[in-house]
């Protein structure tokens, strides 16, 4: 049995015809199912959980990169199949897993291909596409071998299945990317060197692929884990020993 | 500038979106180990795959595979690794399973093991270099320095 989440901006009518194309051809396939809307205040553990225990095998994700780091954050550990409808725009993940946006996305589902994706961990949560710590004054310790610092400030980003964008500077038109590769987490480190009285300009970054690492700091730091802010002293992250089972294209990226 | 906002995931994502999907990815999309200009590692540096340093390593330095050192990094570690390009600041032993490249702006303070050594007009070199391949090299040079100067004297002697 399929469980579709739907994310709350698809209640836009813009998305109307687009929502309709894909529950007509979900209905062709005979792969429709029941269908739950996200919001703020749900819980999508314990929604899948639940499913779960009525029978549900499939829970698919219907929105963009938000709602798919939102669900698969929290409801990491479920034990069923998930699958990704992308709808929208900030899809950058569905690329990865090789799956098109909009209709074309049902045929992926339709076909069932199964791969197990890593999840990273970070202090006591997952997170799945990528991990974002603004910059200020840290210290990062890699598997408890060695540490790297700069002289002043540094941003990190960590990416598990989000691509990494970035450009050299604002005039830069080249806009530079890097895929992450599936069975490690990267660690991309930009550090700031000071430029004029209160400008600050970024370095070309260093890139460490990991298993586990440790942010430190001596004042409090933010940290974006797939869209849920926090701030932090000291962060830990690893891979997580579990893996998703996922719904993946022909054209995935790994 | 995604990187440059302070602020909620709402400013990246449309800025993400304004970014159009790379054609071709094949160039980089082999992660490697880089540590980048202004930036300083300390302890035990390892890694399975190539690394490229820009820019300060002190502690020790080991790779299966290629290094390279670009100008204007330091490595103050010694270093093991299967082959090496060396145009920045070396200060420590290279122990290099093949081929070390010295470029013109290398600056080598420290004893080199390698197979294949090659070394540009220009290139600083410091040290004792030694290869396998000569026949005889490798036993003269694990014996003691006090039995060898003595072995020395009687074929003076004689």
Known sequence: MYVYLYDNFLRQKKYDSVIKAVEVRLTDYGIAGKILRLNNFIDPKQVI?????????????????????????????????????????NNTISEVLGIASGVEACDVLSKRRKESLDVGWMNNRYFVSQLHVLPSKLKVVYDERFSVTTNEKMEVVVCNLQPFYWKKDKKDNAQQVVHP????????????????WWGYKYEDPSVFPFEEMEIVSDSPFTVEADGKVSKEVKVKIKLAHGKIDMIVGRNRKF | MIFQKSTTKNVVEEEM???????????????????????????????????????TVSGS????????????????????????????????????????????????????????LSVEPGALLFGKVSMPGI???ETRSARPRASRRGEEMVEVGE
């Open chain 1, 49 to 89: 959980d639940d499913e779960i225990k009525r029978g549900a095998k499939t829970v698919v994700i219907v929105g963009n990169d938000a709602t798919f780091g939102y669900v698969l954050s929290r409801a990491a550990t479920c034990d069923c199949t998930f699958g990704f409808l992308p709808i929208g725009q």
């Open chain 1, 181 to 196: 590769q599936d069975g490690k987490l990267e660690a991309f480190l930009r550090p700031l060197t000071k430029q004029g």
């Open chain 2, 17 to 55: 979106t304004q970014f159009e999907a790379p054609v071709s990815s094949e160039k980089v999309d082999e992660v490697e180990t880089v540590v980048g200009p202004s930036v300083n590692v300390e302890g035990d540096f390892a890694s399975e795959g190539n690394i490229i340093v820009k820019g």
């Open chain 2, 61 to 116: 330095v080991h790779t299966s595979r290629f290094l390279s050192v670009e100008p204007g990094a330091k490595i103050m570690a010694n270093v093991r690794a299967g082959n090496a390009k060396i145009s920045g600041e070396v200060k420590g032993n290279l122990k290099i399973r093949e081929t070390i490249e010295l470029s013109s702006t290398a600056k080598v303070l420290g004893d080199i093991e390698c197979r294949v």
């Open chain 2, 135 to 137: 026949e005889g090299a």
